[in-house]
Nanobody, 128 residues
Framework: QVQLVESGGGLVQAGGSLRLSCAAS????????MGWFRQAPGKEREFVAT????????????YYADSVKGRFTISRDNAKNTVYLQMNSLKPEDTAVYSC?????????????????WGQGTQVTVSS
């Protein structure tokens, strides 16, 4: 069993930045593929970013949705059992509940059903 707790959400103006954190417990963190998803009101949950297991940086080990590529960066600190999502140049359309997810087996995945564990989510609101 894996427990995930997100933090760092809030209200920010368009063009601003936020950094989300997701602390994991219950299993060797480095063995988990981690992902970030978001869900806006009235919409389905959508993929944002993922980072492979055993990696220590997002470089060469991450994959992003086209809508956030170049603005968001996923990274992980295996010593702290934490995955981050740095969000820059935020837009009103980025407003959503952001959730982190963990995948026990396999590597990069972009669909909800490939992940085994989910956090409760943190609200990000971007004002225009």
């Amino acid at each position: 069993q894996v427990q995930l707790v997100e933090s760092g959400g809030g209200l920010v103006q368009a063009g601003g930045s936020l950094r989300l954190s997701c602390a994991a417990s219950g299993r060797t963190f480095s063995s988990l593929t981690m992902g970030w998803f978001r869900q806006a009101p009235g919409k389905e949950r959508e993929f944002v970013a993922t980072i492979t297991r055993y990696s220590t940086t997002s470089t060469g080990a991450a994959y992003y949705a086209d809508s956030v590529k170049g603005r968001f960066t996923i990274s992980r600190d295996n010593a702290k059992n934490t995955v981050y999502l740095q969000m820059n140049s935020l837009k009103p359309e980025d407003t959503a509940v952001y959730s982190c997810a963990a995948r026990s087996y396999g590597n990069i995945a972009t669909t909800v059903n490939r992940y085994d564990y989910w956090g409760q989510g943190t609200q990000v609101t971007v004002s225009s």
